[in-house]
Nanobody, 120 residues
Framework: QEQLVESGGGLVQAGDSLRLSCVTSGFTFSVFNMGWFRQAPGKEREFVAAIKWMDRSTYYADSVTGRFTISRVNANNTLFLQMNNLKFEDTAVYFC?????????????WGQGTQVTVSS
């Protein structure tokens, strides 16, 4: 069974950094496009970042460009999100997801999320 388990969230102050991890199992991680999404209270889930499996091209939401970095280690079936210079508006539950198709397509598998809270 496919599993994605996020970790690394927490309570930090504005300007701090966090590194989220997503450990996966039950599918061939190395050939899946991977993404990070987030959902703030009262808001819809939004795209944060994605990375292709084939050439490791990365894509970011405008709001996080220059501050967040997505990466993957196929040998460990793990996805990362390095978040620097965190802002209050980054507060959300962060989810990792796996897409069998293009990164703009429907994501097939999702994690349960990890809470990131940034105090101003």
């Amino acid at each position: 069974q496919e599993q994605l388990v996020e970790s690394g969230g927490g309570l930090v102050q504005a300007g701090d950094s966090l590194r989220l991890s997503c450990v996966t199992s039950g599918f061939t991680f190395s050939v899946f496009n991977m993404g990070w999404f987030r959902q703030a209270p009262g808001k819809e889930r939004e795209f944060v970042a994605a990375i292709k499996w084939m050439d490791r091209s990365t894509y970011y939401a405008d709001s996080v460009t220059g501050r967040f970095t997505i990466s993957r280690v196929n040998a460990n079936n793990t996805l990362f999100l390095q978040m620097n210079n965190l802002k209050f508006e980054d507060t959300a539950v962060y989810f990792c997801a796996a897409a069998r198709g293009p990164i703009s397509s429907t994501y097939n598998y999702w994690g349960q999320g990890t809470q990131v809270t940034v105090s101003s």
